[in-house]
């Protein structure tokens, strides 16, 4: 009992983390059909800037918050500087610029901040644990659980109920004819990556705050679990995204629970093994519904 | 020699090999640290042509790759190893391959082949994605990774596996690079490789050309799956000790930045990328070096690729072969006599029903896009199809071709159900046809476009190119043969598509306002040469146009579509006659002003109606 509490527990804060990442993939993807590998250092940004903030003496939650402000201001620089040139160029150009990019701010981040993990100290009050019956959570944990979901809370009302929310959506289906109606596309793409980066910057201040360090290539693991997310979510879907992130989290943690001894070194790759072979069955992922190409 | 495909892929290989030769023999003389600089530019000029193989082709990036490279590493270097180093580097090794220790050249095929295993089973999933292709080549490479590193008892894990022979002369490298140089241009001029390419400007124009897109990919990711298991298998005995690591993004960075700088769209591209980029990566190393600075060769690599993607997108060389582009200006060489009598003959009787389209009913979110429309073509009859904008007439061949999925239809091709038979086969079965918005192979030549669909229709690529050139003749545009499609005039596009369409030798030509944007002179050049094709082919033919002119002149019956529903049918001047045929035009025309214009080339055909 106590075994799959600790499971539910795992699985909803890394699930958590995994679908505000897999989100900001997601809404990026919908308005400009580029799949932002630089999407994890953006997260990693976000934990310098924390590391920053912690260093610097500046309140605890005045540090969290410039951390996550950092994570968006970076997102519309790097989408003005590096993706606008080739905005309208195909989805392999799309990546491997991305790609590139991700792999300069990892060469940056090793040279001008350090190539080894920095400490973050994170103030003692959060690193307790609270027991709920005989189940251990810790109190990270716990506020990841909590932050994850007033974000996607907060991020389904955005998407429900405002005018730019509506934009982003319907441009999922077909970027083309809102701006024929009027949309502006350098606002929608600005605003999507600013939103995008926000999601990547609380992901990495939680991320950050459960390991209690950054280094440069802090933000590649959850990233390549994101794309994968997105990708079973089913591209351009917005509630795939966060459901496959869930899903990605309940298969990782039930094989880091259950899998035998002997097979552990493989739990990574058995997890992606998995994951395509979902994706052999539903190659447009679970959730995404086959976008019909205008003929 | 250069005239035709087979020539100018024999001298672009004669061409290179003697290059390559040149490079190794030169190289074999220098000393021994700019020699190891050649030999390494020569395995990681075979890992380039792996990656061109499957992603210039296809236009699916892949991150993969170099996984398959790490697998045939490590298999070569375990087969290769000698059984007394195995026995202090690889103590925990299963005991029959402790005692194995085979010739060098056994061990680097068993590397290939340990790589061709895995290409195989990824690519039967990779090949069955669209759009997420290229992510899951990722999770390919995160899996052989995690493979690499948690099979201890074979890899060391992530430490240093050593002690394999370091058996990669510059001889080997050399040999090895010639022979993937060979392969990658071999196979972009196969029937898969031509193939390939056209799903990779359009897959859904390339599958009503008769294309099996995900065949096409899976044998393309096969292939290039051994090329990459023979880089593997070459890098191992030039390392002699490597860790995962080795073959993880830095290695995916350095061969996709060759690969994308040269070109990744031809051979010549990927080995112009590959030696270019050595000597950066090498100037940036000592720099690097000198300075201390952290990852300088992954910075410049990453530099590197912006401003290729910004400012040269398609590489230093571009989409196309250096001998393809000494070709270009010129006109291909005519085909002999008449060209018409080389069309393919379809030995239908005239008047016999070749297409059935019985109660075609097909919804779009709730809108009625086709309520229960039957539409029959017989053979050497031409059917016109018109109709207001959005009255289903594009809905209707995209249903029957099987680009869109119909709620419920009916439909047989000579007598034979094809409601449940894919794009690609009811192409190759017999049903041609054009897009309303034009789709062809843009960064293919005018030649390939239409070679495309002769190789569907089961031609080898040399008589492919034969009857090609002849049905660009008989369209009036083979003299632009050797020009990229997507440069031509707007109406010689149209002539191409049509002969794309006519390529498959089909019983049935689908063309969606084939006339739309040429002038009045072209419509009537464009009539004729349609006359000829339904004379000498026995072709049925269904003719969407809004050209009431046209579609007087050319057709034998008329369907007249409305809100998805067939409002008349029979003989064109008395369907047009009909009142209500005249009234939903009118209607058309008053509640859609700007549509006025496309009824403009009717001219003063409109009073007639």
Same mark, same amino acid.
């Given at each position: 009992?106590?075994a ?31 799949i ?21 003496g ?26 606008r ?93 809102l ?11 600005a605003?999507?990556?600013?939103i ?27 990233v ?58 539903f190659?447009?992922?679970?959730f ?8 | ?21 040149v ?9 021994s ?14 890992g380039?042509?792996a ?10 990036l ?11 590493a ?46 195989v ?34 890899t ?27 392969v ?60 995962p ?21 031809s ?30 060769? $992954? ?8 401003l ?16 393809e582009?000494?070709a ?6 005519p ?26 009913v097909k $919804?779009f ?57 894919p ?25 390939? $476009?239409?070679?495309?669909s ?40 149209r ?9 498959? $030798? ?63 049918h ?40």
């Amino acid at each position: 009992m106590d075994a799959i509490l600790t499971y539910i527990v795992n699985v909803v804060s890394l699930g958590g983390t995994y679908a505000l990442l897999a989100l900001g993939l997601a809404v990026v993807f919908s308005v400009l059909g580029l799949i932002n590998f630089a999407h994890g250092e953006l997260m990693t940004l976000a934990g310098y800037a924390l590391l920053a903030g912690i260093l610097l003496g500046v309140p605890f939650w005045a540090a969290v918050l410039a951390a996550v402000l950092v994570g968006g201001v970076a997102a519309v620089i790097m989408e003005t500087t590096a993706f606008r040139p080739v905005r309208n160029a195909n989805p392999a150009t799309l990546l491997m610029t991305s790609f590139a990019v991700a792999m300069l701010l990892q060469v940056i981040f090793q040279n001008f901040i350090s190539a080894r993990g920095q400490a973050v100290p994170v103030p003692s009050l959060f690193t307790g644990s609270i027991a709920i019956g005989n189940a251990q959570v810790s109190i990270i944990q716990a506020i990841s659980i909590v932050v994850s979901l007033l974000s996607l809370i907060a991020l389904k009302v955005f998407f429900d109920r405002s005018r730019s929310g509506w934009a982003i959506r319907a441009a999922a289906d077909d970027f083309e004819t809102l701006r024929l109606m009027g949309f502006r596309a350098s606002r929608l793409i600005a605003i999507a990556f600013l939103i995008s980066g926000l999601l990547a910057g609380i992901a990495g201040v939680l991320w950050v705050m459960q390991r209690g360090s950054v280094d440069p290539l802090m933000g590649l693991k959850p990233v390549l679990a994101a794309f994968v997310v997105v990708v079973i979510g089913g591209l351009g879907s917005i509630s795939g995204a966060v459901l496959g992130g869930y899903l990605l989290a309940a298969i990782e943690i039930a094989l880091q629970t259950w899998l035998p001894e002997g097979l552990a070194p493989y739990r990574d790759s058995l997890t992606f093994v998995l994951v395509i072979a979902v994706l052999s069955l539903f190659p447009n992922g679970l959730f995404g519904k086959r976008v019909a190409e205008k003929v | 020699m250069m005239s035709t495909r087979r020539g100018r892929t024999l001298a672009s290989i004669g061409l290179w090999v003697i290059i390559l030769i040149v490079v190794t023999l030169i190289g074999s003389t220098l000393p021994s640290a700019t020699q190891l600089l050649v030999t390494t530019s020569l395995v990681l000029l075979t890992g380039v042509m792996a990656l061109q193989i499957f992603s210039g082709n296809s236009g699916i990036l892949s991150f993969g790759h170099v996984g398959f490279v790490g697998v045939a590493a490590y298999t070569t270097g375990i087969l290769a190893m000698p059984a007394a180093v195995k026995r202090t580097s690889l103590p925990l090794l299963p005991e029959p391959l402790q005692e194995v220790e085979l010739p060098i050249v056994a061990a680097m095929l068993g590397g290939i082949l340990a790589a061709t295993i895995v290409g195989v089973i990824s690519g039967l999933v990779i090949a069955r994605l669209g759009d997420a292709a290229s992510i899951a080549t990722l999770a390919v490479l995160i899996i052989l990774h995690g493979v690499m590193v948690g099979a201890e008892p074979f890899t060391r894990g992530s430490q240093t596996f050593y002690g394999v022979p370091r058996y990669t002369s510059i001889f080997v490298a050399g040999i090895t690079a010639i022979l993937a140089v060979i392969v990658a241009r071999l196979f972009r001029d196969s029937r898969i490789g031509i193939h390939l390419r056209a799903s990779r400007d359009d897959a859904l124009a390339a599958s009503t050309a008769g294309v099996r897109v995900q065949y096409a990919t899976l044998i393309g990711w096969i292939v290039s799956s051994v090329i990459a298991g023979a880089m593997g298998a070459a890098y191992a005995g030039l390392l002699g000790a490597f860790s995962p690591k080795d073959f993880y993004f830095t290695l995916t960075l350095t061969l996709l930045t060759m690969l994308i700088v040269g070109g990744s769209g031809s051979v010549a591209g990927g080995i112009v990328g590959a030696f270019v980029v050595t000597l950066v990566v090498e100037a940036l190393r000592r720099v690097g070096d000198a300075n201390e600075f952290f990852g300088l060769t $992954n910075a410049g690599l990453a530099i590197i690729i912006l401003l290729t993607l910004y400012f040269r997108p398609r590489g230093l060389l571009g989409f196309r072969e250096p001998e393809e582009f000494l070709a270009y200006r010129k006109s291909p060489t005519p085909p002999d006599a008449d060209a018409a009598g080389a069309l393919p003959v379809r030995n239908e009787n005239p008047g016999q029903t070749v297409l059935c389209g019985h109660n075609l009913v097909k $919804n779009f979110s709730g809108l009625v896009a086709l309520n229960h429309v039957s539409v029959d073509v017989e053979a050497q009859h031409v059917m016109g199809l018109i109709g207001p904008n959005g009255s289903g007439k594009s809905t209707f061949v995209n249903c029957v071709t099987g680009v869109t999925k119909p709620e419920e239809a009916r439909l047989t091709l000579a007598g034979e159900d094809i409601a449940r038979t894919p794009v690609w086969r009811r192409a190759r079965k017999g049903l041609g046809r054009t897009f309303q918005t034009m789709r062809l192979f843009r960064e293919l030549t005018v030649l390939d $476009n239409v070679t495309v669909s002769c190789i569907s229709a089961g031609m080898s690529p040399h008589e492919a190119d034969q009857r090609a050139l002849q049905i660009l003749a008989v369209l009036g545009v083979a003299h632009h043969g050797n020009r990229l499609a997507g440069e031509l005039p707007y109406g010689d596009q149209r002539r191409v598509e049509i002969s794309r369409a006519l390529a498959l $030798n089909p019983r049935v030509l689908l063309l969606d306002e084939p006339a739309a944007g040429m002038n009045p002179a072209e419509s009537r050049e464009l009539l004729r040469q349609m006359e000829t094709i339904l004379a000498t082919t026995g072709v049925g033919m269904l003719l969407i146009d809004h050209d009431v002119a046209l579609i007087r002149s050319a057709c034998d019956s008329l369907t007249v579509l409305d809100y998805g529903k067939v409002l008349a049918h029979g003989e064109p001047q008395a369907v047009l006659d009909q009142p209500e045929v005249a009234a939903a035009y009118l209607g058309w025309r008053e509640s859609d002003p700007s549509a006025t214009q496309e009824i403009g080339a009717t001219g003063t055909e409109r009073k007639s109606l």
